[in-house]
Every structure is written in structure tokens, then in C-alpha cells.
């Protein structure tokens, strides 16, 4: 059995990278690299400090901002100068943006979990078909 060259290998090597790093720049490659929990690991995505702050801080920011707006519209507390307690009065605009919120949430709370794994599901396939693109096909002679 001959061995081939290293350089051989290293060719390999560099085809798969240029392969990877060719998806990730497209448009679909970054998405699938904001959604996708694999491109926080080192190695596997090309920038995985970044992918986690894309997907810990600045996610995890909008859901606090929007849970916050929700309670902020909701919270009109007028006191009452007849009994001494408050009453809540919601203004339209107040009802509008909870209304918004909540619902901007619960479509996050839903379609986050079948996002992120779509595209954990497309960046998985995207380095599987990189490793078969760098990988030789041997030459097997036809049996017909």
C-alpha cells in the first residue's frame, strides 16, 4: 500500500477550510451561523466569540427588553384621592405595546427552539458536504 505525500492531506485540509469558510461568508451561511448553537464551539464556526455574543447577549437582551416593555405598558397606577389605594388605568398606547410585546414573545418562544435547530440541522450538513467536496472520490473501475 503506497502512502501518499502529507502535502496530499494538507490539501485536503485546506479544500474542506475553503469550502467552510466560502458557506459561512454566503447569505444563507450567516444565518445559519447566527442560529446555529455549533458556531459558539471552538473550531467549528469561523468566529465563535462573536456567535456567542450574537446568540447569549443580544438575544438574550431583546427578550429582556421586550419583557420589560410589557410590564412597563401594563404598569399605570393612578392613585385614588377618594380611598387612598390605586387603580390601573392603561392608556391605548400602553395596551398597544403590551399587546405587541406579548405577542412578539410568544412567536419567539415558539419559533426559536425550530430555528435554532434548522439551523444547527443546515450547519451540520454544510461541513458534511465541505468534508465529502475536499475528499478524493477513488478510482473504482466500473464492473460493467
Do not use: R
Not at 64 to 85: D, Q, R, Y
Not at 126 to 134: I, K, L, N, W
Amino acid at each position: 500500500m503506497v502512502t501518499p505525500p502529507k502535502s496530499v492531506f494538507q490539501d485536503i485540509a485546506d479544500k474542506q477550510q475553503a469550502c467552510i469558510n466560502s458557506f459561512y461568508e454566503s447569505t444563507p451561511g450567516k444565518v445559519v451561523e447566527f442560529g446555529s448553537v455549533l458556531s459558539m464551539a471552538p473550531g467549528w464556526g469561523p468566529n465563535p466569540g462573536k456567535s456567542t455574543v450574537e446568540n447569549v447577549v443580544l438575544t438574550g437582551g431583546k427578550l429582556v427588553a421586550l419583557n420589560g416593555l410589557k410590564k412597563v405598558a401594563t404598569n399605570s397606577a393612578i392613585p385614588s384621592v377618594v380611598n387612598g389605594t390605586a387603580i390601573s388605568i392603561a392608556s391605548p398606547l400602553a395596551k398597544l405595546l403590551s399587546s405587541l410585546a406579548s405577542k412578539i414573545l410568544g412567536f419567539a418562544e415558539t419559533a426559536g427552539p425550530i430555528g435554532v435547530g434548522a439551523a444547527t440541522v443546515a450547519d451540520i450538513s454544510a461541513h458534511q458536504t465541505c468534508t465529502a467536496v475536499a475528499h478524493p472520490v477513488p478510482d473504482v473501475p466500473s464492473p460493467f
